[in-house]
């Protein structure tokens, strides 16, 4: 092989070689900040992942909001209508949370079932409401009608 064609073809492989793994690092640090939305009967059903960051949304369940009296914590139900899962914040609640509004609730779910979230989003006027809840919702509805 000609010493110049074998310095390209050196050449080459370190540029692929280089490039895999920083493709493979990128991949790597970003799948861990990848948040995943389940609706309350996912979670019931076992499909979201204990202790990983994840997002769980539906309506909060009438009568379910417990506020602690010495600290900021509240532990409240939120429901897709089928299966609901218990939620527990420690912070200030948005203004337009509320017993049986939309939220959205992103944290870790833990070996009990209960999501302890880091971050709650509630909805922001009365005609929205999040698509990833909106459509748990309708499918959440339509699996309790065909039962």
Known sequence: MHPKRKQRLIVALVIVVLSSVTIALITYALRGNINLFYS??????????????IRVGGMVVEGSVRRASDR???????????????VTYDGILPDLFAEGEGVVAT????????????????????????PEVAE????????????
């Open 107 to 130: 944290g870790k779910l833990g070996a009990n079932g209960v999501v302890t979230a880091s971050e709650v989003l509630a909805k922001h006027d009365e005609n929205y409401m999040p």
């Open 136 to 147: 748990a919702l309708e499918k959440a509805n339509a699996q309790g009608s065909m039962q």
């Open 40 to 53: 309350p009967s996912e979670v019931a059903a076992g499909k979201a992942p204990i202790d990983r960051q």
């Open 72 to 86: 900021l914590e509240t532990r409240f139900n939120v429901t897709d209508f089928v299966h609901s899962v218990t």
